[in-house]
Each structure stands twice: as structure tokens, then as C-alpha cells.
């Protein structure tokens, strides 16, 4: 009895908003996305809603379900996507400046066989740049790899972009991450409202942030509501907010009106542009020194430098595999002396090159063995106003019939 009676109303439902799609009764509100460092709205969510006759605006909570499972979700997706598409365009002919639309898609709509023509004929239409439309997809979607994956690669041949919505409460695998051209990470609400009570929560968005970057991947925070959760996502260098913080979802008129606002609470809010851009900056130092670092652990050979100190030449710099090949880390090497790391019939003889080196004698080529591996070393001063400042050393592996050079052993 109680089935048949949900199927009634169920079915009763299907009809009413099967209606209201002829009747035109769905309106698309907007919330803005913000640039964390800048301030400015870069962006726009278009999200549904249902302007019922006698209930007024009715939440997308109470009537997607039902039409993803009558099928409905293809024509309404279908006008929501054009609907958004046109009013992007038209923000862009009024003169605002450019911004990102992003569309929800549904597993239905991504299945759908034409969806790609669609969205092609869309956009041709509306004459909006794919650049300027990104769509949305969950992480259950993700999941069945073998048939979402070349659909994604088609779309992203389009020219739009592809960002994972509520990232860190579904089927969350880094393994779709890495397999999967996804342009930006959206991370869900329930840990950026926490963020600032519960540590684990802050940890969570903090790596979220950082693995993101290192796949060149842009960060959302969804459900910014309060000061210090936009202060904690500058600091952590999230790129985009959005939340009740910046704006609830709007109808395009009061959108439009939003846009003075917004810049202005950064400025009362947030951290200066300024600082901001000094730590954006700071970070990206950082990273490109742990890439050089990186690049130099895969070099055949190995690079090293020192620095004279008290009298004591020591380490400052040590990588690449020869290093490894030797039964060395760089933890090993760096801060330590010769006698620290090599026996001391190695490093006597190695000290007198290191002298030659820092004096400013040209080539200076020596021959080292360690641990069964013998290498060829050169060294090279690196001078300031005439001062040698550092020496830097490059190793490679000496093959067996290669001529010896002085041999320490």
C-alpha cells in the first residue's frame, strides 16, 4: 500500500514538473566564484530553482531526484545549459568582465549519446566562447572509467573545462585523479565550514589545496560563511571561494548589482591583494626549488656544492642517482665535511681538490671511488666580485675502459 501511494505521488510530480518546464516555470540563480587573491568575481555556479505558482521558489533538493530518475534532468539540463550559456554572453555584451559559467551534469546527461553535439551546437548558438563554460561532474561518476573517460577527453577537446564537484565525500581516488583531465577541484562544504573548529578538517583542506596544485589543478572552496574561514583559505593559497560569506545564489538582476559589493568586502575581510600576491609568489619559489630538486634526484650523474666555513669546506647541496648508486642520501651529505661522509683515506687526498677548487684553479678533475663505484668529479668556483662564494661539483660514473684521471682510493 505504501508503495503504490509513493508511486502515485511520485508520478503525480513527474507530471507537475514536466509542466512546469512547458510552462517556463525554472529559473537559473547564480553564485559568484572569487578569486582569492585578487577579490573579484571570476566566475558563476548556475543553479536551478522552481518558481512554483502557490509553494514560490522550491530548492533543487526536492525535484532533481525525481527528474534524473523520470529522465527529465535531459531537457531540463539541455535548457539550463543553454539558459546559462546566453546569460554569460549577454553579461559579456553589457560589459562585465568575462567570467567562467559553470554547469551541473548529471550521470544521466553525461551518458546521454549526443551530448557532445549538444553542447557544441550550444555554444554555437549562443555564440559564447567554450573557454568561458565549464561543466561539473561528481566523483560517482568517476567511477566507471572505461565510459566517462573518453566522454571527458571529448569535452575537453571542445575547449571547456572540467571541474569535480564535492570532492573529498564520494568515491574520492587519487587514481581519478591522475587519469582524469580535470581542470579544478571543488571542495566540499562540510569541511570548509568546520575548517576552523575541527583540526582534521583543516588538514584535510590544506592537503586537498596542495595535491591539487602539484596536479596543476585550480582549488574551489565551497561554503565559505565567515571571515576566518576566507582568511585561513588565502593563507593556505586556495585560488576560488564561494559561499554565503560572498553572496547567496541571485537572480541575474541583483547578480549584476553584487559585483561593487563583493570587491569592496575584500577589502574590509580578506587579506590585502598585496600580501596575498607576496605569498602566491613565495609558493611558487618554493615549488619550482622542489622541482629543480626533483629533477636533479633523476640525473644520471650527481651535483653537488660546498661553501667554506671556519676553515671547513661543507656541503650545501648533494643529488642525483650516482648519489644513491654510492650508498648516499643527501641527508648524508648536506651540512657534513668530506671526513664526516668518506673515509678518511678518500677524503685526505679529496680535501686538496676541494682547496684547488675554492682558490680558483681551472679544470680541477679528480677521480673518486666509494663503495666499489668509481666516478669522475669537476669542480668549479663560483666567484662575486672576484670572492669565491661556493663551489659546485658534478660527478658522473666512469665506465671501465675510460682513462683514469688521479684515482683516490
Known amino acids: 500500500m505504501l508503495n503504490m501511494e509513493y508511486y502515485r505521488e511520485t508520478l503525480e510530480l513527474e507530471n507537475t514538473l514536466w509542466m512546469a518546464h512547458i510552462k517556463k516555470e525554472f529559473r537559473l540563480h547564480y553564485q559568484p566564484n572569487i578569486d582569492l587573491v585578487t577579490g573579484k568575481i571570476i566566475g558563476a555556479e548556475a543553479l536551478i530553482r522552481w518558481e512554483h505558482p502557490e509553494r514560490g521558489l522550491v530548492p533543487p533538493a526536492e525535484f532533481i531526484p525525481v527528474t ?18 546566453l546569460q554569460n554572453k549577454a553579461w559579456q555584451e553589457a560589459g ?5 559559467m559553470s554547469v551541473n551534469l548529471s550521470a544521466r546527461q553525461l551518458y546521454q549519446p549526443q551530448l557532445i553535439d549538444k553542447i557544441k551546437q550550444i555554444l554555437k548558438e549562443t555564440r559564447l566562447a567554450p573557454e568561458y563554460l565549464e ?7 568517476l567511477m566507471d572509467v572505461q565510459r566517462v573517460l573518453p566522454i571527458i577527453r571529448k569535452l575537453k577537446r571542445l575547449g571547456v573545462s572540467i571541474s569535480l564537484d564535492d570532492f573529498g565525500t564520494g568515491y574520492s581516488s587519487l587514481y581519478y585523479l591522475k587519469e582524469f583531465p580535470i581542470d579544478k577541484l571543488k571542495i ?36 565559505v560563511e565567515g571571515k576566518e574561514q576566507l582568511i585561513f583559505l588565502q593563507q593556505n593559497l586556495c585560488d576560488l ?20 559589493k563583493v570587491e569592496q568586502l575584500f577589502e574590509q575581510e580578506g587579506i590585502p591583494e598585496e600580501l596575498n600576491r ?5 609558493a611558487a619559489l618554493e615549488a619550482a626549488r622542489q622541482e629543480w630538486q626533483a629533477t636533479m634526484r633523476q640525473q644520471q650523474g650527481m651535483i653537488f656544492k660546498f661553501i667554506k666555513l671556519d676553515g671547513q669546506f661543507i656541503h650545501t647541496l648533494c643529488d642525483g642517482e650516482l648519489l644513491y648508486k654510492i650508498n648516499l642520501s643527501p641527508g648524508q651529505v648536506i651540512g657534513r665535511t668530506l ?23 681551472e679544470p680541477v678533475q679528480c677521480e673518486f671511488e666509494v663503495n666499489g663505484v668509481r666516478y ?12 669565491t662564494v661556493e663551489v659546485i661539483g658534478s660527478s658522473i660514473e666512469i665506465p671501465e675502459n675510460m682513462q683514469q684521471y688521479n684515482t683516490l682510493q
Not at 671526513?339 to 684553479?361: F, K, Q, R, T
Open 339 to 361: 671526513h664526516d661522509i668518506l673515509p678518511g683515506h678518500v677524503a685526505d687526498p679529496g680535501l686538496h681538490y676541494y682547496e684547488m677548487a675554492w682558490n680558483g684553479e
Open 135 to 141: 561543466l561539473e561532474i561528481t566523483e560517482g561518476i
Open 96 to 100: 562585465l568582465p568575462p567570467m567562467i
Open 278 to 282: 607576496q605569498q602566491q609568489l613565495e
Open 188 to 223: 566540499d562544504q562540510s569541511f570548509v565550514r568546520t575548517c576552523m573548529k575541527d583540526f582534521k578538517d583543516a588538514t584535510i583542506v590544506k592537503t586537498i589545496i596542495k595535491m591539487a596544485h602539484e596536479l596543476d589543478m585550480k582549488v574551489v572552496a565551497e561554503g
Open 68 to 85: 534524473e530518475q523520470s529522465g527529465l534532468i535531459l531537457p531540463i539540463g539541455e535548457w539550463v545549459l543553454r539558459t546559462a550559456c
Open 376 to 387: 669522475l668529479t669537476s669542480l668549479r668556483s663560483i666567484k662575486k666580485e672576484g670572492k
Open 241 to 260: 571561494c564561494q559561499g554565503y560569506l560572498v553572496s547567496k545564489p541571485l537572480p541575474p538582476d541583483e547578480f549584476e548589482e553584487m559585483f561593487v
